[in-house]
């Protein structure tokens, strides 16, 4: 079974708009931790936000958010304010037990493309 | 501020050769990951270590080894390269293997001819 679930691969959003890029997980741990990385075509692999299992705010860093809803297992990223340097791929990855290594399960990603 | 280094940014290599690829992670990180990303793929975690030891383990093929040296920075040994070894090959470093944020390099491509 897939533990990463990011069910877009591919959308469209207008330059200014906001977004939100799905991602749901599995895992029976109680101690998690839920990444978004974004990927330019240059191939980098950027951190844009974590989200740990026992954090009860919703992370936000700038114009990202982590829409965590434990109990429904998701953690959808929201970009608000969508500009054209955002077209990228964006990955959800997840670290099972804390006391693990960042042995990171990432989803099969989200191509963002941002029209003008 | 400094980053994770990885080297070569690509390499071609035909099949049956062998590849290195070097990684100097971010000064005081002594955790250090290897992941492979195939063509329209996702990363996989390939193997990490923590203070020079092995610490984890994922879908490496017995074809691959990896170390990690007194300085901290790894390097992944690929011999035997095959045309589905071509991949983006990322490294990463993080400060203790369960603190702190996961930093990645800009990935090494790799293309086998």
């Known amino acids: 079974a897939q533990k990463i679930t990011q069910t877009q691969p591919g959308m469209f959003v207008q330059e200014k708009e906001a977004v939100t890029l799905d991602c749901t997980y599995d895992t029976s741990d109680q101690s998690y931790g839920l990444f978004w990385y974004k990927q330019p075509s240059s191939g980098e692999m950027i951190f844009l936000i974590y989200q740990g299992s026992y954090d009860e705010q919703n992370a936000t860093e700038g114009r990202y958010s982590l829409n965590f809803q434990k109990a429904r297992k998701s953690a959808n990223l929201v970009i608000s304010a969508s500009q054209l340097g955002d077209s990228a791929m964006y990955f959800c990855a997840m670290r099972e037990g804390m006391d693990s290594s960042y042995k990171l399960i990432f989803g099969s990603g989200t191509r963002l493309l941002v029209r003008p | 501020a400094a980053g994770v280094i990885q080297s070569p940014r690509h390499l071609i290599k035909e099949k049956r050769e062998t590849a290195t690829l070097k990684c100097y992670p971010i000064?005081?990180?002594?955790?250090v990951y290897w992941y492979q990303q195939g063509p329209g793929q996702d990363p996989q975690f390939l193997i990490s270590f923590y203070e020079k030891m092995q610490s984890d383990k994922g879908s490496i093929p017995d074809r691959f080894s990896a170390q990690q040296f007194s300085d901290y920075h790894s390097e992944l040994n690929m011999s035997s390269l095959e045309l589905g070894d071509s991949a983006l090959y990322f490294c990463a470093s993080s400060l203790g293997p369960n603190t702190g944020e996961l930093f990645f390099g800009e990935g090494s491509r790799l293309t086998v001819l």
């Open positions: 000064p005081r990180h002594d955790t």
